[in-house]
């Protein structure tokens, strides 16, 4: 009889987001990275698959050169493997095809460049698997990825054969597909070294093929909760590699290794899906919660095992119908892509490249366990690229100053506003407010929020109870609660109506309040500008908007009473102000040349003619100003979402609501918005 025997096939997978913080990044060097290849060196005999993501390597080069040089060390010596992916970290699948090759080549010819290996294996994020990325990763040299044992069982596959790698084909190109076990994805390394050494050797078969399949988040070993202490001052890593070298069941190996002497297990058709966690977290919150509840009743009923694939939740491009956010945010990036691969060849930048790729960055496209969308700076980044790259496309191919179109696919047209300095873009949706307000000068989308809706975790929070791990080892993220600020019931309120700029209300003595319901009468390329008429309920309310120079005007003119309202109504006005520093001490408010408070504070001002937000991590301003004194009541807005270290609160938008008296018939309003670096 063979010996049992397992072949270890170790992997990691080193992301940080475009846009985070310098800090966060020098701290994820200092608690994982660093340290976490510093022990690998040690370990000649103990061979791992590793992919850094473009943007974090660019950053270590730059930051941390000593640890690429170990990097590039183990490369050479047969140790460490390394595995592509798209350079900026995008979902595949929610990109172009032309922009999949591009960013894998990219990647591929970085490492080649700086570590001397390119690479055949690729790291899939987020594990979104769709068909069609089969064909752009063969067709850049990718020769296996690694997804989820999950999406083998979703494919009717059982999990006892899930030792090995299969192999799928699409459009008449192969590619091999590792399925990583989810088993060992939950105890690395979260479980005792030894009980996870024991595990792997229980994994071990007579075939001689037999692989035991990891890759998963490094920033496990020592970002998460806890992790730094566990892995690596109580030694679980140098532990965990001691044991698996001193095993005589288990084999570790590089996965080219292990793929170049193994067949494959067979073909396989895979079904579009993710992680099974991410499966829940697409879901809108009443979907999720349900979902949630069969889960739970499999597992109270001892069949979540045999039960779990066909217990699926929803699919990654969810998220983008989810959140209008992130559908805008997709939409833009693909309407620039197209504006990019229509322009000749020759007009063509790396800079176009550059800020291509960077919007096409996943990380603030969607959210789980932790922030991504709900993080201002994340989607901040991506603003920047698109503000960045419209600008490079504007010099290169000029658009029209007024164009209308349903770029998001909503089924609202949307009235694209434009000159050299502003962008304001206007939804048809009936509200007439700006959803994105860009200055080209600061590479800044003024109108980037987040409306707060219900999420499915937030049952959590109203449970107001944290987690303690139990057991010899430490607790996984995905079974804490934890608070890393104190969450009231008023801050689990949600918006009834889209956070945007100029969103319009008549306010009745008694406090109801109505929204204005605008249609477009006339859009114009000279200003440019653009017309709207309210219904008759309102008054016949004539909203009007004009860009000139890095100042936008909105004219709000009265042509009759203003419906049934009572005597002494009053007109609002709506802007959610997005400001880098959020409620930090970089931004405040100057009234009557006086700073009176930061954007963090509540503010109620009367009989003002202009009030100036400053912003001194934007390196710019906001200006309002008003033909008429204005009443101006300002607070912040926070949402309550996922962070590693708990439930969090986090400022969104800096709200500021300006009310009038309803005018008399005849009588205008004019609102005048200057953005930009110059701005007094």
């Not at 090759?101 to 690479?119: T, V």
């Not at 998963?216 to 806890?226: L, S, V, Y």
């Not at 500008?529 to 908007?545: I, T, V, W, Y």
Request: proline residues 5%.
């Amino acid at each position: 009889m063979e010996k049992k025997t397992t072949s270890l096939l170790f992997g990691v997978h080193a992301h940080q987001p475009v846009g985070n913080f310098p800090f966060v990044m020098d701290d994820a060097h200092r608690r994982c990275y660093q340290p976490f290849l510093q022990i690998m060196h040690r370990f000649p005999a103990f061979p791992f698959a590793i992919h850094i993501s473009g943007w974090l390597f660019d950053y270590l080069r730059r930051q941390y050169p000593e640890d690429v040089l170990l990097l590039q060390e183990m490369v050479a010596r047969g140790q460490a493997e390394v595995f592509g992916a798209g350079y900026t970290e995008p979902v595949l699948a929610a990109i172009p095809v032309r922009d999949r090759i591009g960013q894998i080549e990219r990647m591929s010819e970085c490492m080649e460049k700086h570590l001397g290996q390119l690479p055949v294996g690729a790291w899939l994020t987020e594990r979104v698997w769709e068909s069609g990325v089969v064909a752009p990763l063969a067709d850049c040299g990718v020769r296996y990825v690694t997804v989820d044992d999950y999406h083998f069982l979703c494919a009717g596959k059982e999990l006892s054969d899930l030792n090995g790698y299969f192999s799928t084909e699409e459009d008449g190109r192969r590619l091999d597909l590792f399925p990583i076990s989810e088993a060992l994805r939950y105890r690395l390394p979260f479980s005792p070294a030894d009980d996870a050494v024991r595990y792997l050797e229980g994994m071990a078969g007579e075939s001689g093929r037999n692989a035991a399949i990891y890759f998963d988040d490094i920033e496990k070993f020592g970002i998460w909760p806890e992790t730094y202490a566990w892995v690596y001052e109580r030694g679980w890593l140098t532990s965990f590699i001691e044991g698996v070298l001193a095993s005589g069941v288990i084999q570790p190996m590089r996965y080219s290794d292990y793929h170049a002497a193994a067949k494959t297990c067979g073909v396989v058709y895979l079904p579009t899906t993710s992680y099974i966690e991410m499966n829940e977290w697409t879901l809108p919150a009443k979907p999720a919660h349900r979902y949630a509840e069969l889960i739970q009743e499999a597992k109270e009923q001892g069949q979540y095992d045999a039960t779990k694939a066909f217990l699926r939740g929803g699919i990654w491009r969810n998220f983008l119908s989810r959140y209008p956010e992130s559908n805008w945010m997709h939409k833009r990036m693909l309407h620039l892509s197209d504006r990019c691969n229509a322009l000749p060849e020759r007009k063509r930048t790396a800079a176009m490249r550059d800020a291509l790729y960077e919007a096409q960055a996943n990380d603030a496209y969607w959210h789980g366990l932790f922030g991504g969308l709900y993080l201002p700076h994340l989607r901040r980044a991506v603003y920047n690229a698109i503000v960045r790259l419209e600008r490079l496309l504007d010099a290169a191919a000029a658009r029209p100053p007024a164009v209308v179109a349903d770029v998001d696919m909503s089924g609202d047209d949307k009235i694209i506003l434009h000159n050299r300095e502003l962008q304001a873009i206007i939804m048809g949706d009936g509200s007439a407010s700006v959803c994105e307000l860009d200055a080209y000068a600061l590479t800044h989308n003024f109108a980037d929020t987040l409306t707060r809706q219900e999420e499915h975790y937030h049952y959590k929070v109203t449970q107001n109870r944290s987690t303690q791990p139990g057991g010899a080892g430490i607790s996984n993220p995905h079974e804490q609660v934890s608070f890393k600020h104190q969450i009231a019931p008023e801050d689990l309120v949600m918006d009834t109506y889209r956070r945007t700029l100029f969103v319009d209300r008549l306010v009745a003595p008694g406090g109801e309040t109505r929204p204005v319901q605008y249609r477009l009468t006339a859009v114009e390329s000279g200003g440019p500008q653009a017309a709207f008429e309210s219904d008759p309920a309102a008054g016949h309310l004539r909203k009007e908007f004009a860009l000139r120079g890095d100042t936008l005007t909105v004219t709000y003119a009265f042509g009759g009473e203003a419906g049934d309202l009572e005597p002494g109504s009053r007109f609002e006005v709506e802007l959610n102000i997005a400001m880098p520093s959020c409620d930090g001490p970089a931004g405040y408010f100057k009234a009557c040349e006086q700073v009176c408070g930061g954007f963090g504070q509540v503010h109620s001002l009367r009989d003002c003619r202009s009030i100036l937000l400053a912003d001194e991590v934007l390196g710019g301003a906001v200006k309002l100003s008003f033909n008429q004194p204005a009443g101006i009541e300002s607070a912040p807005c926070f949402s309550v979402s996922q962070s590693e270290a708990g439930f969090e609160k986090i400022m969104q938008a800096v709200t500021v609501v300006l009310s009038w008296p309803v005018p008399e018939r005849g009588q205008a309003l004019t609102i005048t918005l200057q953005a930009g670096k110059n701005v007094a």
